[in-house]
């Protein structure tokens, strides 16, 4: 067998038995290949933190707020939200371009536009230019992040494929960082210069993507769902066993996927934007998806996000030098422990980690509330203001991880859990739906929040504690454990236990697994796996 697991998946996961290569993936030639092709697609949600934190920095550099005119208000808000503006508009194209095109494509063509958003934006000498530029950014950043989640879930190796995915939210993180640092060194520069080489520094991830994305292997499901069959394996084979087709782990999943392609294709003959709802199991994914889409960005994250400066004015914090490093120290940490928790994502339930994350989400942002009226009410209360400060790092520890031990949260979980639920011919449109989403709850969070923070002060936090509750209740009552599944497997949850099985026994028959009940219980928990001799 070609490669090993870097961890386990455990669970009951009906491949689990055909990997006899137990190597640690960093003694694995391919699998070293493998996944620097997919650090390479992961860097595109790098783009993204970069944006709402060099938007967060430069608040804080006067030449930037000269420049434009100390924009605030609704202007400011059209400053922000105009790349989440821009990301709606290609919203009805990225699915099209990664389904009919490939994954790859949609990469490449998403990081060209971006580089000309990039140049355009760092060349701006007024208003219009500016939000030209952001708006343009934001429509390449929606095709090269449509097609990047998917095809990295697409490609991983079975056992790394939900740690790979849940690193791709967590890359934000690294775009966040590189801008909160970049403008605290460059923000001391006399000239205009001090906000141009941030925004310059944008475009680093696209060029890289330019130029390197077509030695990343395509989708195996794009292939074989355009007929592609012997070039799915011979992808298969390299990266997942040495070019061994006949590995009994290969054979497995390339059944399963065809398997599962073939079932989507009787199902529906062709797959609209209406098929997403047609169905129980398409309703129950979609409900799910649009509430974590809209979770992730109204747990009040989206004033730490794009209007950190705002919140420090509020509470008595007005040095620009101490505003930028606190930007940057918050990023730091928020970058390690979404790390921690991404490559623990299998050692726990994804249930157990959305209840974890948003109940002590809610406790920590009703106790930075509480400081922040204190603070509001009485200004000689500093001690109030610099608790402020702890609650935003403890509300951020549980909203990426649960004190750094062992469970996840939002950050590395929404886009590996929305992409792993979703079968593959709705996986493209069915992610846009969770971008559009997102996009949505952005653009009315960078409108309101600093309209509203301005006008109601600490009142406006006491609504986000009533949403975090909310987010509570309904991580309680709808999310489905997924642990310990391939990814077709998983996407057939929804659909029923007998699809589950169909895809299984199909694919297990190929590669003389049977499968039967322990005769000591006749739960589906307990069923064992036997691998007989293949030839």
Request: glycine share 8%; with cysteine; proline share 3%.
């Amino acid at each position: 067998m070609g490669g090993g697991p870097a961890i386990s998946s455990g669970g009951n996961a009906a491949y689990a038995h055909l990997i006899t290569d137990t190597r640690p993936w960093y003694k694995n030639s391919r699998l070293i290949l493998l996944n620097l092709c997919i650090c390479l697609l992961l860097i595109t949600s790098s783009t993204n933190g970069y944006d709402g934190s060099m938007m967060n920095g430069l608040q804080s550099v006067q030449n930037w707020e000269e420049e434009f005119h100390n924009p605030h208000g609704g202007t400011l808000g059209l400053f922000n939200a105009i790349q989440n503006i821009g990301a709606l508009a290609a919203y009805p194209f990225s699915p099209y371009v990664a389904d009919i095109l490939g994954r790859r494509a949609g990469i490449w063509i998403g990081a060209t536009i971006m580089i000309v958003g990039t140049i355009i934006q760092t060349a701006s000498h007024s208003f219009g230019q500016f939000i030209g530029a952001r708006f343009l950014i934001g429509f390449g950043l929606t095709f090269a992040a449509t097609a990047a989640p998917l095809l990295v879930t697409e490609i991983a190796y079975p056992t790394q494929r939900a740690q790979a995915t849940s690193m791709y939210n967590t890359l934000w993180y690294l775009g966040s960082i590189i801008a909160a640092w970049t403008t605290y060194g460059t923000f001391r520069i006399p000239n205009n210069w001090a906000w141009r080489i941030p925004s310059a520094l944008q475009g680093l991830p696209s060029v890289l993507q330019f130029f390197l994305i077509w030695l990343v292997p395509e989708s195996p499901r794009f292939l074989i769902n355009k007929g592609k069959d012997e070039q799915a394996l011979k992808t298969l084979a390299y990266y997942h066993a040495h070019g061994n087709q006949n590995d009994p782990l290969v054979q497995y999943e390339f059944e399963e996927i065809k398997t599962a392609i073939a079932l989507d294709k009787e199902v529906a003959s062709s797959v609209g934007w209406t098929t997403l709802f047609r169905t129980p199991g398409n309703r129950r994914r979609m409900r799910i998806i649009i509430a974590i889409a809209f979770f992730s960005q109204w747990s009040g994250n989206g004033l730490v996000s794009y209007y950190l400066n705002k919140v420090f004015i509020a509470i008595g914090i007005t040095d620009n030098s101490t505003q930028l490093l606190i930007n940057g120290i918050l990023n730091i940490f928020n970058f390690i422990v979404a790390i921690i928790a991404g490559f623990l994502c299998e050692r726990a339930g994804r249930r157990r980690l959305f209840m974890t994350s948003t109940i002590g989400m809610l406790v920590f942002w009703t106790l930075q509330s509480v400081c922040f009226s204190l603070y509001s009410q009485d200004n000689s209360k500093t001690g109030a203001a610099h608790t402020v400060i702890a609650m935003i790092f403890l509300f951020y520890g549980f909203y990426i991880d649960r004190f750094i031990t062992d469970d996840l949260a939002f950050t590395p979980l929404i886009v590996s859990y929305t992409v792993e639920i979703l079968p593959y011919r709705l996986r493209a449109k069915g992610f846009v739906l969770f971008n559009f989403s997102i996009s949505l709850s952005l653009i009315f969070n960078q409108y309101v929040n600093p309209i509203a923070l301005r006008n109601i002060g600490w009142k406006y936090y006491m609504v986000y504690v009533a949403f975090i509750a909310f987010e509570v209740a309904f991580c309680y009552f709808y999310i489905i454990e997924t642990k310990g599944r391939s990814l077709e497997e998983t996407a057939a949850l929804f659909d029923g236990a007998e699809v589950v099985a169909e895809i299984e026994e199909k694919a297990g028959k190929v590669v003389g697994i049977a499968k039967h009940t322990d005769g000591n219980s006749s739960n589906d928990s307990n069923e064992k796996i036997a691998v007989r001799h293949v030839d």
